[in-house]
Antibody
Framework: QVQLQESGPGLVKPSETLSLTCTVS????????WSWLRQSPGKELEWIGY???????NYNPSLRSRVTISLDTSKKQFSLKVNSVTAADTAVYYC?????????WGQGTLVTVSS | QSALTQPASVSGSPGQSITISCTGT?????????VSWYQQHPGEVPKLMIY???NRPSGVSNRFSGSKSGNTASLTISGLQAEDEADYYC???????????FGTGTKVTVL
């Protein structure tokens, strides 16, 4: 069974870059698409984007100008960068398998944007 | 693009059946069979319950079933149990922007 673990800073200053990494274990990096999602406190889930094993990406149009997802197959990791963050980017960030439906999820990491 | 519309809350007594609706447009639910449903207990990670409109992942109880008619998808929980009390979210592919959109979420209460 695939296991995912997010890591990265829990506090980011406004206008700076949010960076998170998801480490994959128990499965092959080539078996899935890899997605990032987030959930603001008390709000619905939001899909951020995904990357395929071959490196193809697709991003939420509302975030496309500020988001980059990358993949490091040798480390079995994929990463998320969100530029120019504001308080509206405060959320629990999840990494997950799949594109369209998400079977395996990380535990989530809370990222707060505040000075 | 806008979130899919779900009722804020649905309730039922143990043993009853309930249905949660998820309404979108012809660009998302109505135009594709890529609808999935997630269960989320407070403080926990979302769990995949249904994918591709009506398919259940291994390990998910057959009390959960999914369907779609026009621009509306539905999740039915039969034989309602206390452990089913949670938030439920739908998700669909959207050709408007080539992305994926979630529903507003429904809180299920077992009376």
């Amino acid at each position: 069974q695939v296991q995912l673990q997010e890591s990265g800073p829990g506090l980011v200053k406004p206008s700076e870059t949010l960076s998170l990494t998801c480490t994959v274990s128990g499965g092959s990096i080539s078996d899935y698409y890899w997605s990032w999602l987030r959930q603001s406190p008390g709000k619905e889930l939001e899909w951020i984007g995904y990357i395929s094993y071959s490196g193809n990406t697709n991003y939420n149009p509302s975030l496309r100008s500020r988001v980059t997802i990358s993949l490091d197959t040798s480390k079995k990791q994929f990463s998320l960068k969100v530029n120019s963050v504001t308080a509206a980017d405060t959320a629990v960030y999840y990494c997950a398998t799949g594109a369209g439906w998400y079977e395996y999820w990380g535990q989530g990491t809370l990222v707060t944007v505040s000075s | 693009q806008s979130a899919l519309t779900q009722p804020a809350s649905v309730s039922g007594s143990p043993g009853q059946s309930i249905t949660i609706s998820c309404t979108g447009t012809s660009s998302d639910i109505g135009g594709h069979n890529y609808v999935s449903w997630y269960q989320q207990h407070p403080g926990e990670v979302p769990k995949l319950m249904i994918y591709d409109v009506s398919n259940r992942p291994s390990g998910v109880s057959n009390r959960f079933s999914g369907s779609k008619s026009g621009n509306t998808a539905s999740l039915t929980i039969s034989g309602l149990q206390a452990e089913d009390e949670a938030d439920y979210y739908c998700n669909s592919y959207s050709s408007s922007g080539t992305s994926y959109v979630f529903g507003t979420g429904t809180k299920v209460t077992v009376l």
